[in-house]
């Protein structure tokens, strides 16, 4: 799917998914919502109707070896637009997201950015939640993947893409990005589904995340990161 409605630069939506039924069409559809822009889905094996629903909304569907990394990096080579956006599977974009991203890339020194985060339920805990991820973001300059990142496709290339590892891919982009050049961090707000808090338990799944997170910038390896994900699921 690719609408091309005026000379603004192709905007390449890649989203990574794997067993996505229940959450990918709303994805899609809000994707879908913009001026001169492409979708193409990476799947990494779905045993579900992922690829089938995302084909019947209209958009290319790529096959690649699971992992969000090498997913990206898939659904990146496949792609045509001199700016990437990578969105979870689970999160969709604001609406005018098209606007926002080519506004925030006319800085010559920006290489790149994400949106602020939203989740999809309201309570005062995920408020919270909300506000503690967006304080870290702009505080330490460690937005996550599902901010949906996006960056303009020759800073992309000077990286090499997404290192392959089972774990923080995202928080090492942009690390490695950050060196490029300026990463800019919208106002709005991209709304991720609220269900890994909902099912595993938001006070647990907070606590992970950010352990995870200071575990890794003290140079534990992705791969001892991830048994240790695997242990406390």
């Known amino acids: 799917m690719e609408k091309n409605t005026n000379n603004s630069p192709l905007i390449s939506v890649v989203i990574p998914a794997l067993n996505e039924e229940g959450s990918i069409e709303a994805t899609l559809e809000a994707a879908k919502n913009a001026a001169t822009v492409e979708v193409i889905v990476a799947d990494g094996g779905s045993s579900d109707n992922t690829a089938e629903i995302c084909r019947s909304c209209g958009v290319r569907v790529i096959n690649s070896p699971p992992g969000r990394g090498p ?19 689970d999160t969709l974009l604001p609406s005018g997201y098209d606007g ?7 800085d010559k020194n920006t290489v790149g950015g994400t949106f602020s985060f939203a989740l999809s339920r309201s309570s005062r805990v995920f408020s919270l939640i909300t506000f503690m991820v967006n304080l870290r973001s702009k505080l330490m300059g460690l937005p996550y993947g599902d901010q949906a990142i996006f960056v303009r496709r020759s800073e992309f290339e000077k990286l090499g893409g997404f290192n392959p590892v089972p774990i923080m891919e995202d928080v090492a982009f942009i690390r490695a990005l950050k060196k490029l050049g300026k990463i800019k961090i919208v106002d709005d707000a991209v709304i991720t589904s609220s269900r890994r808090w909902e099912k595993e338990g938001w006070l647990k799944t907070t606590v992970r995340n950010q352990v995870l997170l200071y575990l890794y910038l003290l140079g534990v390896s992705p791969e001892r990161l991830y048994r240790f994900y695997k242990a406390v699921r």
């Open 71 to 89: 997913q990206m990096n898939a659904g990146a080579k496949a792609s045509k637009g001199d700016i990437i956006l990578f969105l979870h599977a």
């Open 100 to 106: 926002t991203v080519r506004a925030a890339l006319i």
